[in-house]
């Protein structure tokens, strides 16, 4: 069963209780910088293991110390699904920066 998209209420009520997320193009997005590439990179694997539990995997852009995570549910035409609201909270949860 596919997911349902998120009215763009929905989704703006719920990114107000996410800091630096944004919500444009039908997606949620946020960048997010560390001291040097390895803590970009540590990021990066650390929030793989909250992607494959909810088997939910983001779009991701890496640049030196800047990882841009993405986020949209393929299976619901690319549109904001609250997985999508759920893996941002747990992303949000662990990051230290």
Not at 36 to 57: C, P
Not at 64 to 92: C, F, M, P, S, W
Request: proline residues 4%; negative net charge; without cysteine.
């Amino acid at each position: 069963m596919a997911a349902l998209p998120l009215s763009p209420e929905a989704v703006a009520s719920k990114v107000a209780n996410l800091p630096g997320w944004t919500y444009a193009d039908d997606a949620l997005t946020k960048t997010f910088e560390f001291a040097n590439f390895r803590a970009a990179v540590s990021f990066i694997v650390r929030m793989a293991f909250y992607a494959e539990e909810l088997n939910h995997h983001p779009e991701l852009a890496n640049v030196y110390n800047r990882v841009t995570i993405t986020l949209k549910t393929h299976d619901a035409g690319d549109k904001v699904t609250d997985l999508d609201v759920q893996l941002a909270q747990a992303i949000e949860d662990f990051v230290w920066v």
